[in-house]
């Protein structure tokens, strides 16, 4: 059976090329979707399969993430690892997830390399072994990923709120499953749940990319076509009662602050409110992104922020509505700030809704959600990987024809229709509270990136499970395709062309990060760089936000280490609009006195936050150890509340005067805009700028390695999991050793299932979710590192584990299966890492930083070819040096005593 259906998307003045989706099924039942998009040679493979943990029984919770793990052990022809090697290998990104109504698997590839990818799936569909020990190892993995995430507040009240609002259904559990019923599966229950569910009748590909359909096609039917159907699926009977009173759960433990979550019951996600409730969704917080973590879009003029943000009551707070397969949530999160209650901010929630359900919303209000659900449109396009994860997402919950109707759908709905929804189900006997109370002296770390899962999938219900931590056209990238040009002011202007969406990024770099932060002033350059936008000689922070949220563009303006920079995305028709904003913000602040206030507040509680995450509490320890307090490496970009308290408004402005110099700033844009018009642009909008400041040279100090190897550790309250971090001082990007370090790294602790790291500390001995090696190799000497989230009984034998490896890589060197494989990632991910918009831009910008040269991508395959193994062995015995080494920990009571003889386990 075949049906195609061609697309033409209309996004203001250009409309993008027809896109041909064609939908196939083979004779066993697997559903087959393929749309072939030739801007870039890269091809994304999506399998999906209708189980997740909505076809979960009591007892059995977690069993579906649990068999998508299994799915990475092996079969007889792919044995344990090889099919990670062999997607690293040929320069593939290979991950998977579960969520309450589906597990996907996905690999995006180097577009010769589709059988490639087709073949795993093929096979593990039918042939996975489920061997005993590997399921019992990975048990202990699971839980592991399972205490970090207990670690996490927002994660423990959401879990607490779903058991509240689902007394039948099983959404009533998180993907992830309770710890008991993780402890207590069994083997054979998995498999039986993987010959139930995974089968072709069961399953649905998804093919995004620069393939010909007749060939793919052909190709997919001999590799699945004999694999038999299972059957009738089980269906999921279960059909939640409708509520008739409010709920209300309370989580009493230590944490930085109060959380507030609310879930309001909506109909499942074909209904006809569906596209009123993502309307509303939009209303209340803006139009979320469309990529596959959908992070909360930020939007500043949007209900909830005016209403709580603005107002100084919480530091953060989102509406969220996912399109699940039965009824599901429409759900509130908000962050209080330390100083006000949970009440408080509970009350100026309800009563925006109910503000909203009375007086309804207004067209110019429906008109902005409608262009920001085209700009993110827009900018998913640039990705064929985003556009291969809506077009299964939508084919799950009934048709992907739906992702290519979204927006006419959504600009269909009325204001009336918005507030009827909002009426029928924001209402007190529909709705479940949680409270997230931290409990009297909490008080994290104390002393003046965290683990993985923290924050990255925030705000998204049902919570998708990963088996790995989700880490990490630009062949065009050459002398003749980029136009770079010197403004007479200093301002250094980059422009490529890239015409996949009708969109455009416009990015930009100054020198002006936290390395130049005075003495005791820590966190002025980022606190500056977050104020540029906070209001202009022409606009209010609130104007400015108004403006692009009205077009669905946005701005990211902030400083790092070493440099402040700014992201700015819009569709084409509006590239002046995001101009003529990005010059006022760069140009002319105003660092208005009250933004500064309402700043301040929202500074400190983030710090309260991350003295209360493990991950940034060992990383924050393992700097202080590493590099000297004259060292600017020693301190925190954010800085710490002491010196964020004592900012003043003089600073700031004496820290722009002083830094925010066109002689600093180098801009690159990149999208559908003619370089040469490009060019233009920025002279219009910048050349105007006068240098007056001081001209950046970087001149970091020198590091010298510690005397003897360092330890601390810092207990933290009520925490599952504790964080490690243990390394030395690396080198910088500039040095001739970088790439054999960066290849050593990748071997380390980085490549497929985090290089050699991962395979012992996690695959063989299944230790610690996540275990990796780190190089951070910038304008200085950053650190070398490896982290790991791991049960305090384990913390050492996970530090062995981690010297048993390490040890090796100083003792022989790599095998010359392993350094191809390395080399041929680097090389063969080059057209994946260079798909969108961004990250052109962003590699752009790091060839000028650093003078690479715009042959650089030209050049790149022969620089890694020319690396050697003798080279890499040199460098680790110089870099890796376990006598020198610091350690730092974070985590429960019972983790203080572990770690006390790494240097001494290296030496065995």
């Given at each position: 059976l075949m049906e195609g259906v061609q697309f033409r998307f209309t996004t203001g003045r250009r409309s993008m090329p027809s896109l041909t989706t064609a939908r196939h099924t083979l004779k066993n039942g697997l559903?087959?979707?393929?749309?072939?998009?030739?801007?870039?040679?890269?091809?994304?493979?999506?399998?999906?399969?209708?189980?997740?943990?909505?076809?979960?029984?009591?007892?059995?919770?977690?069993?579906?993430?649990?068999?998508?793990?299994?799915?990475?052990?092996?079969?007889?022809?792919?044995?344990?690892?090889?099919?990670?090697?062999?997607?690293?290998?040929?320069?593939?990104?290979?991950?998977?997830?579960?969520?309450?109504?589906?597990?996907?698997?996905?690999?995006?590839?180097?577009?010769?390399?589709?059988?490639?990818?087709?073949?795993?799936?093929?096979?593990?569909?039918?042939?996975?072994?489920?061997?005993?020990?590997?399921?019992?190892?990975?048990?202990?993995?699971?839980?592991?990923?399972?205490?970090?995430?207990?670690?996490?507040?927002?994660?423990?009240?959401?879990?607490?709120?779903?058991?509240?609002?689902?007394?039948?259904?099983?959404?009533h559990h998180e993907t992830i499953g309770w710890k008991s019923d993780i402890q207590s599966l069994t083997r054979d229950q998995l498999y039986r749940l993987y010959r139930t569910y995974y089968a072709p009748n069961n399953a649905v590909l998804v093919l995004v990319g620069d393939f010909e359909s007749d060939k793919a096609l052909e190709r997919i039917t001999e590799l699945f076509g004999h694999i038999p159907s299972s059957g009738e699926v089980p269906p999921v009977h279960a059909v939640e009662p409708v509520q008739k009173g409010e709920r209300r759960v309370k989580v009493r433990q230590a944490g930085p602050t109060s959380y507030v979550q609310v879930a309001y019951h909506v109909p499942e996600g074909t209904h006809q409110d569906a596209a009123a409730l993502m309307v509303l969704d939009a209303i209340f917080s803006g139009a979320k992104p469309m990529s596959l973590s959908r992070p909360s879009a930020g939007n500043r003029s949007a209900r909830l922020y005016r209403a709580l943000v603005e107002t100084e009551l919480a530091t953060d707070a989102t509406s969220s509505y996912g399109l699940t397969i039965d009824p599901g949530l429409f759900r509130f999160e908000i962050t209080a700030r330390p100083e006000r209650t949970a009440a408080e901010v509970e009350a100026a929630l309800f009563a925006e809704v109910d503000r909203?359900?009375?007086?309804?919303?207004?067209?110019?209000?429906?008109?902005?959600?409608?262009?920001?659900?085209?700009?993110?449109?827009?900018?998913?396009?640039?990705?064929?990987?985003?556009?291969?994860?809506?077009?299964?997402?939508?084919?799950?919950?009934?048709?992907?024809?739906?992702?290519?109707?979204f927006a006419d759908d959504l600009a269909a709905v009325t204001p009336e229709q918005v507030q009827a929804v909002a009426r029928a189900y924001l209402h007190e006997d529909n709705r479940t509270v949680g409270i997230f109370l931290p409990t009297a002296g909490s008080t994290p770390g104390q002393s003046p990136a965290g683990a993985p899962f923290a924050g990255l999938q925030r705000h998204i219900w049902p919570l998708p499970v990963f088996y790995r931590d989700p880490a990490g056209a630009g062949a065009g990238i050459r002398p003749e395709t980029v136009l770079r040009e010197v403004l007479p002011n200093g301002v250094t202007v980059l422009a490529y062309r890239n015409a996949s969406a009708p969109s455009l990024v416009v990015a930009g770099d100054v020198k002006a990060g936290a390395v130049l932060d005075p003495e005791g002033l820590w966190g002025l350059a980022a606190f500056t760089g977050e104020m540029l936008e906070r209001g202009t000689a022409r606009r209010t922070f609130q104007q400015l936000n108004e403006e692009l949220d009205s077009v669905g563009a946005s701005i990211r303006v902030g400083a790092g280490g070493h440099t402040a920079g700014f992201v700015g995305k819009a569709l084409t028709e509006d590239a002046d609009l995001l101009m003529d904003i990005v010059s006022d913000v760069l140009l002319a602040p105003s660092f208005p006195e009250d933004e500064m206030r309402k700043l301040r507040g929202e500074v400190l509680a983030d710090l309260r936050e991350m003295e209360d995450d493990t991950g940034h509490v060992a990383s924050r320890l393992f700097r202080e150890l590493l590099y000297p307090p004259s060292h600017p490496y020693h301190y925190r970009t954010t800085g710490y509340t002491a010196s964020v308290e004592s900012l003043t408004r003089g600073h700031i402005e004496a820290f722009y005067r002083r830094y925010y110099d066109p002689r600093n700033l180098t801009v690159v844009v990149v999208g559908d805009m003619e370089p040469s018009?490009?060019?233009?642009?920025?002279?219009?909008?910048?050349?105007?700028?006068?240098?007056?400041?001081?001209?950046?040279?970087?001149?970091?100090?020198?590091?010298?390695?510690?005397?003897?190897?360092?330890?601390?550790?810092?207990?933290?309250?009520?925490?599952?999991?504790?964080?490690?971090?243990?390394?030395?001082?690396?080198?910088?990007?500039?040095?001739?050793?970088?790439?054999?370090?960066?290849?050593?790294?990748?071997?380390?602790?980085?490549?497929?299932?985090?290089?050699?790291?991962?395979?012992?500390?996690?695959?063989?001995?299944?230790?610690?979710?996540?275990?990796?090696?780190?190089?951070?190799?910038?304008?200085?000497?950053?650190?070398?590192?490896?982290?790991?989230?791991?049960?305090?009984?384990?913390?050492?034998?996970?530090?062995?584990?981690?010297?048993?490896?390490?040890?090796?890589?100083?003792?022989?060197?790599?095998?010359?299966?392993?350094?191809?494989?390395?080399?041929?990632?680097?090389?063969?991910?080059?057209?994946?890492?260079?798909?969108?918009?961004?990250?052109?831009?962003?590699?752009?910008?790091?060839?000028?930083?650093?003078?690479?040269?715009?042959?650089?991508?030209?050049?790149?395959?022969?620089?890694?070819?020319?690396?050697?193994?003798?080279?890499?062995?040199?460098?680790?015995?110089?870099?890796?040096?376990?006598?020198?080494?610091?350690?730092?920990?974070?985590?429960?009571?019972?983790?203080?005593?572990?770690?006390?003889?790494?240097?001494?386990?290296?030496?065995?």
């Open positions: 559903t087959v979707i393929l749309r072939e998009v030739h801007t870039a040679p890269v091809v994304s493979s999506w399998l999906w399969y209708k189980v997740g943990s909505r076809n979960e029984s009591t007892g059995m919770t977690g069993a579906a993430h649990f068999v998508e793990h299994m799915m990475f052990k092996g079969t007889p022809a792919y044995p344990k690892g090889q099919a990670d090697k062999l997607i690293a290998r040929n320069g593939g990104m290979f991950n998977a997830f579960t969520s309450a109504d589906y597990t996907c698997y996905f690999e995006t590839l180097p577009a010769d390399k589709l059988d490639l990818g087709l073949s795993i799936e093929a096979d593990r569909m039918a042939n996975s072994i489920f061997d005993p020990q590997e399921f019992e190892a990975e048990r202990t993995v699971i839980i592991s990923e399972r205490e970090g995430l207990e670690n996490e507040p927002e994660f423990l009240l959401m879990e607490e709120l779903g058991a509240a609002a689902f007394k039948v259904h099983p959404y909203l359900a009375r007086d309804g919303v207004t067209e110019a209000e429906l008109a902005k959600a409608r262009k920001q659900t085209r700009a993110q449109l827009a900018f998913a396009l640039e990705s064929v990987a985003n556009q291969a994860y809506w077009l299964g997402y939508f084919e799950v919950l009934g048709g992907y024809e739906r992702f290519d109707s018009a490009a060019v233009d642009m920025i002279r219009r909008y910048f050349g105007d700028w006068k240098p007056s400041g001081e001209v950046v040279e970087w001149r970091l100090p020198p590091v010298s390695r510690p005397e003897a190897a360092r330890r601390s550790a810092v207990a933290m309250a009520d925490k599952a999991q504790a964080d490690l971090v243990w390394g030395f001082v690396g080198l910088e990007r500039s040095n001739p050793d970088y790439y054999a370090a960066h290849l050593t790294d990748l071997i380390w602790g980085q490549l497929g299932m985090f290089g050699r790291l991962g395979e012992h500390v996690r695959d063989e001995l299944g230790l610690a979710y996540y275990v990796y090696s780190r190089l951070d190799a910038g304008f200085g000497p950053g650190p070398w590192s490896v982290r790991a989230g791991v049960n305090p009984v384990n913390i050492d034998r996970c530090l062995e584990a981690i010297a048993t490896v390490s040890r090796r890589l100083l003792r022989e060197p790599v095998s010359e299966q392993e350094l191809g494989d390395a080399k041929s990632f680097l090389v063969g991910s080059m057209p994946l890492r260079l798909e969108t918009n961004e990250g052109l831009a962003a590699t752009i910008i790091s060839i000028e930083s650093f003078g690479l040269g715009l042959d650089y991508v030209q050049r790149y395959p022969q620089i890694i070819a020319a690396v050697q193994a003798d080279d890499m062995l040199d460098v680790a015995r110089r870099y890796i040096d376990p006598e020198h080494a610091v350690l730092a920990i974070a985590g429960p009571d019972s983790s203080q005593g572990a770690g006390g003889s790494v240097a001494r386990a290296m030496r065995r």
